[in-house]
């Protein structure tokens, strides 16, 4: 956590918001791009790059692996992802050792080796290579199913886009998109001793489903859940988690998602949808396969 606080996010988010701005550029004159394949994935390598400190992998190649890992999260309901997940995870941890060969750019990941110079703990290389594989993957494909969410949002609701021209409505509208369409839908938990929620016993051992998605359309939590409220003011949502177990990239993402409106707010021509997108057929990540749009005035 110290060596998240030090880096610099801002220039992360100017920087994401530079990529953004060329990219868009680049897509202007064409008739259909897929937002999910030409936005989504660079900007979340390259963010997530950045933030780390490592040199950038090729996204294609990155993202064939990162999609089998996260297929390979719903192995409970299809056992034949879990073999792909596991390769998937094997050229993960290879990218990661090559990281640990070189001296890396500065980031996350060189402030927490050179301040555990020195550590007699025998375990902390492996440690941190782990949490390195675990933040580039976690974070990447969050960040990717969050951008693309956010994005079919504001195409669903056009006029949610300009009221973010105010900073105030900016600020508190990112978490809402989250809220509204987050990109994790749930989570696992053991119990380690019986409790009784709702009525209904959990025994020690037992697993217990989490439903985020369903939590954060609580209506007892949140007034009028299914409507989209950028103002929306406290927001506890659960879209990166919440406590001890809340994602570590959170502020990153909100920084990318800040720089990517701002992006289509300062775009000449506005952003629509070109064709019905694909949800992609998972069960734990809420992403699209395939996001179609166009800039057009």
Known sequence: MNALRAQDLDAIGRRARSLLDAR????????????MAEVAAPLSVAVISDLLGVDE????????ISDAIMRSMDAGLD????????????????????????????????????????SSDTDLDLYVRNTARVMFQ????????????AV?????????????????VLRTGVDELVRFD???????????????????TVNTGETVLILFAAANHD?????????????????????????????????????????????LLENPTRLHAASPPVRRNTATMRAFDLLPATFCP
């Open 24 to 35: 868009f550029d680049q897509l202007a004159d064409r008739a259909e791009f897929d937002v």
């Open 152 to 168: 079919h949002t504001l195409l669903r609701h056009p006029n949610a886009l300009d009221r973010m021209r105010d900073s105030a």
């Open 79 to 118: 056992p034949a992802v879990a073999e792909p997940g596991r390769m998937a995870r094997r050229e993960l941890s290879a990218l990661v050792e090559s990281w640990f060969r070189t001296s890396g750019r500065p980031g996350l990941l060189s402030h927490v080796r050179e301040h555990a110079k020195g």
């Open 219 to 263: 209506p007892a939590q949140f007034a009028d859940p299914e409507q989209l409220l950028l103002d929306r003011l406290p927001n506890r949502h659960l879209g990166y988690g919440w406590g001890t177990h809340s994602c570590i990239g959170t502020v990153a993402a909100q920084t990318t998602l800040r720089a990517l409106i701002s992006s």
């Open 138 to 149: 976690g974070g990447y494909s969050t960040m990717v199913a969050a951008v693309g969410n």
């Open 57 to 64: 992998p090729d996204v294609d190649s990155f993202v064939s």
């Open 182 to 200: 987050g990109p994790v839908q749930g989570t696992s938990r053991i119990a380690t001793a019986p409790v009784e929620v709702g009525g209904v």
